[in-house]
């Protein structure tokens, strides 16, 4: 009885036996490749990796078990996510002769991998976001199995454009991965959409008690728009923070990164629920319509849920199945370097198969294909929004027939934090940002543009002007509140612009010149008024008066009145041959009696030898519109003898050059050196000047021969010395007037923007007109030049006119043609008449010849005979008839 177990024992062993023998035999007799993986097994991202790394060397074992004689061994060690301990884990699995290493999560961690690893050259591949370029010169054994995070900036920017932000505050992890890696494409994805970074905070891998103290800040600026690049452990900590301080409310905006997203899955009900409603993020798409995610996600969640029981979400992410993939890459490697004179590195760079995350390659990576998939976390749970994807946009759905917007609007409804049924502004009202310091000109030549004024102590008080009224108009389309103090500036305005450099001024406003020198030490916005500089000269008087007695009139009118004048003496020619004997005769002489009807009708009225009422009428019409003609012919040839003809003094530079001339400029712009360096004037023959009067005094005493001014300021000019003066020659290209701000600032795209929309709503329009309009000519003494006179001013008198020369036509013809038709019926129906009678009386004329050959007598007892019977009887006819 006691030896029953043991027999039972012995019996299993000698069945068993040879079996296992066997499997250790061709165990001993497969090749063994050794993985090595870093991981930080605390965390949930760690855990996910562990479980599936595990998975990928169970199901290769399997796979090479039928395909080659390969055996992967993997050796996992912790990190604790801190880069001493991942440093000393590799050294370790160097030591005990990995073939690669897998991990660790950080660049921070993976540098330091990285300096154990250069002495053998051990393939290491990085899971961190993201690798500096300089790194695969230093370390070329370092490839990344993650994916390129320049996309999934550019998914995060099409957020921020969608909704129309142009500002963002930036939170990440104060490690050198964010501030190297992830900021630098931020702030590249977000300029190339139109916004900018207005903040960076930096936070520890640690919650510290300057937590709150930040929040404030954040709180107190008016950027409500933040983009959180945070760990999972550290953004839930931070977020229950800013719940605390009420920031988790409507009018703020949170998107957070694929960093925390792609444990979205993971991050427990109540979380969300308490501290993180309304988050918008970004997460790494994967298909999950494959066969062989489905298989892998079942078996994940078994054996993750077995062996992690405490956690509550037992999905894998996305960082898990990136694990798995590559754990399948370094593992095929090793199985075909053994049977190729390859190198394991130029195995693993050479990798192409199909994964569960799609084709992985390490080399040519095809990033313009990334799809990031937009999610909202509401409730106890998370949103899929839709997806968006580099090159294409947003979409609903990602098969072929999804349809692409650029707008994230086209997802539909957004839960925002608080709950708000409309989109937040992303900007609030600061309440301790410190406003900005502008600096202001006021040696400005033209007050019109800036115009400051003074109390009693000789300080300045206030500005006024063009340039001052258009910055307010600009401040009040931004979509932010800007707080801005103007001070005052006495000097030159490249000097002014240098004051942005030294870092004495935050901005600067006022009629500032755009041109390259000064770009050493600001930049501008677009510019807001015409660019150019022209060349303004004196009028003299014009001695050509030859044809001066053709100029009351222009061509048109000459023409017109000579057609018309022609038209109705033809139709008083007409109506009045028959009766004038003078209109008679041979065609020259009628034609000569025509044309001299014509125009002598222009000086007096033949009334006394017209016989019809139809000439009457219109030459009595016309003799009213000569006379309206004429007395505005003498009026306006009258003023023209009076005032004289005036034209530019001078018309080219090249002139001015040649006589050696004086000519003026402005003292407080460039146009001075662009004078002598670019037009080529001599140094000594430029004058500057400070006031308007001065140029007007000098130009019309003959010290200078012409000024030189900018486009926009030479307006002013010529509007209040609007008749001694007129622009000459081309227009040279400069660069017009802007405002200045500093090299990079990021508030120079949204005020360039706001200018913009000043101009195209007309608002710059009329700001400008009423400055020029408010300005009144001081020429007094020049009279204005007469103008010619054209049809417009006369085309009722002329229409009047032919109207009634052509009633008058239409009655004649009518009346004469219609006494002709009556005479030709007339004459047509007596012919015919007569023809009748005289074939009756031919007729009647054999009748009695016959009577008489037969001996009879005719009725009558008349002895007339039948010839005169006949004839009589037709001489009554036509009596009669007549």
Known sequence: MYYLPLLTLLALVLIFAPNEAAEMVEENNRVKGIIGAIVDKTSRVGKEQRVAMEMAVHDFNKYSSNQTRLLVDLQLRNSWRQPVHAALAALDLINSQVQAILGPQTWEETSLVADIAIRNQTPILSFADTIPKWAAERFPFLLQASPNHYAQMKAIAAVVQSWEWHQVTV????????????????????REVGAEISQVLALPPFISSTLTQELEKLKRSQCRVFIVHLSLPLAEQFFEQAKNMSMMEKDYVWIATDSFMSLAHSITASSISSSMEGIVGVKSYISEKEQKFQDFYRRFRKR??????????????????????????????????KQRNQTLLQRISLSNFDGLTGKIQFNNKNETLAVYQIINLTGRSYRELGFWTNGLGFSKTIDDSATYNSSMKYLGQ???????????????????????????????????????EFDELGNVTSFHGFSIELFKAIVSELPFHLPYELFPYNGSYTDLVKQIYLKEFDAVVGDIAIVAKRLQYAEFTHPYTESGLVMIVPLEKSANKALLFMKPFTKA??????????????????????HWHELQGSPIHQTGAFLWLSFSSLFSLPGGTLHSNLSRMTMLVWLFVALVITQTYTANLASMLT???????????????????????????????YLEDVLRFNRKNLKGYTSLEDYDEDLKNGKISAIFLEVAVSKIFLAKYCKSFATAGPTYKVGGLGFAFPKGSPLLPSVTEALLKVSESGELRELETSMIASETCMDVDVDDDISSLSPSSFWVLFAFSGGTSTIALIVYLSHRYWKLSCLIVHKTIRMLVLTLM???????????????????????????PPEALAGSSIVNIEAATT
């Open 838 to 864: 005289k074939q009756w009386g031919i007729q009647k004329q054999r009748f009695y010849g016959r009577l008489l050959s037969h001996g009879e007598s005719p009725r009558s007892s008349t002895n007339t």
């Open 304 to 337: 993750f849920g077995s062996e992690y029981p405490e956690e509550d979400n037992h999905e894998p992410g996305a960082l898990a199945v990136q694990a798995y993939d590559a754990v399948w890459s370094v593992a095929l490697a090793i199985s075909e370097n």
């Open 643 to 673: 005032v004289q003809g005036f034209k530019p003094a001078t018309v080219d530079i090249e002139s001015l050059q040649r006589s050696n001339a004086l000519v003026g400029y402005s003292n407080t712009s460039f146009v001075a050196s």
């Open 171 to 190: 939170i990440h992890e104060d490690i050198d991965s964010s501030a190297t890696g992830i900021i630098p494409h931020l702030f590249e994805a977000l």
């Open 414 to 452: 957004v839960f925002w934090p608080g709950a708000p049924w409309y989109a937040p502004r992303g900007w609030a009202v600061p309440t301790d940002t410190k406003p900005l310091r502008i600096g202001v000109p006021i040696g400005c030549e033209f007050k019109q543009y800036v115009n400051p």
């Open 557 to 578: 009118m000459w023409m017109l009145i000579g057609t018309v004048t022609i038209y109705n003496g033809f139709i008083v020619w007409l109506i009045e041959r028959n």
